[in-house]
């Protein structure tokens, strides 16, 4: 058996952006860089926690991905869905044994968040709404993570809850992109249940809460470095345009990809802003 689909399955690339976006939480959390270590294992944990989760997930989207992504490793016969249930367990008890070594709470919410991953996979992602909202606030407590592995929350708080709300617009339009598939497979979204239209409003609804949540950490002191935010809200208010103005999936995908980088972005912001920061935030 080739090692590519092992690593491809994974998505390597999302999974070392939310490692570094866990690493970037305890820098905003603290102003400054954390001890190595620290650093290391919250990267290490998000990232397995992530893979695993990615792969769960195409162990049983296995029927949606033959329709919508018929080149991922297990729709195109390159790994058996045996082999990928078997790895995805072994990167989740790879993830929670390094995070037991971080600290009590790290390991708690390490351990609720991957059990929250194979439940979203295997009972909750074909809910309306719900399996939305399980994958922004598994986005969301990312930089929470990293803030809990220094023990300090700091401005991460902030980040977190624009995390979670802009990850509830990224995956209406997520199913906007994808209802082919998911019509397919009995899956009720709200785009099979609502219609585009409607779920564009929710789209841009979350959207424009994003937008207003940016402007929070305005009220507690964020240093000048956070000034690349209004960048971010103009990234975010343009996805949320192109998104009311056609609603179909091919404008939802490229509106989805918009707010991802926009969460790159977001994330730097707040690290700067963090770092220029003279006030103390949270615990």
């Given at each position: 058996?080739?090692?590519?689909?092992?690593i491809e399955i994974t998505r390597p690339h999302n999974c070392i952006l939310a490692g570094i976006v866990g690493v970037l939480g305890s820098m905003v959390a603290i102003g400054t860089y954390p001890p190595?270590?620290?650093?290391?294992?919250?990267?290490?944990?998000?990232?397995?926690g992530c893979s695993g989760g990615n792969t769960i997930n195409d162990y049983f989207d296995?029927?949606?991905?033959?329709?919508?992504?018929?080149?991922r490793p297990l729709p195109r016969g390159a790994m058996t869905r045996e082999a990928a249930l078997i790895y995805a367990f072994f990167l989740f008890l790879v993830g929670l044994l390094l995070a037991y070594t971080i600290n009590r709470y790290a390991f708690f919410v390490a351990s609720m968040a991957y059990a929250l991953m194979v439940l979203y996979a295997w009972k909750l992602k074909p809910l309306p709404f719900i399996g939305n909202i399980v994958v922004a606030f598994l986005t969301g407590i990312t930089p929470i993570y990293g803030a809990l592995a220094v023990e300090k929350i700091g401005f991460s708080g902030y980040l977190a809850l624009s995390a979670f709300l802009v990850n509830v617009a990224r995956e209406v339009m997520k199913d906007m992109e994808d209802i082919e598939g998911d019509k397919a497979k009995g899956a009720r979204t709200l785009p099979i249940i609502l219609g585009h239209r409607n779920a564009a409003y929710i789209a841009a609804f979350f959207t424009l809460l994003t937008v207003i949540s940016s402007f929070l950490p305005l009220m507690v002191g964020i240093g000048m470095g956070y000034v690349p935010i209004l960048l971010v809200?103009?990234?975010?208010?343009?996805?949320?345009?192109?998104?009311?103005?056609?609603?179909?999936?091919?404008?939802?995908?490229?509106?989805?990809?918009?707010?991802?980088?926009?969460?790159?972005?977001?994330v730097l912001s707040f690290l700067m802003g963090s770092i220029t920061s003279t006030s103390e935030v949270g615990l």
């Open positions: 058996m080739q090692l590519k689909p092992f190595w270590i620290k650093a290391l294992l919250t990267f290490l944990v998000v990232s397995l296995y029927e949606i991905d033959k329709i919508n992504r018929p080149t809200d103009l990234i975010l208010l343009k996805a949320m345009w192109d998104i009311l103005k056609d609603p179909s999936p091919s404008t939802a995908g490229k509106s989805q990809k918009k707010l991802k980088i926009a969460i790159l972005l977001a």
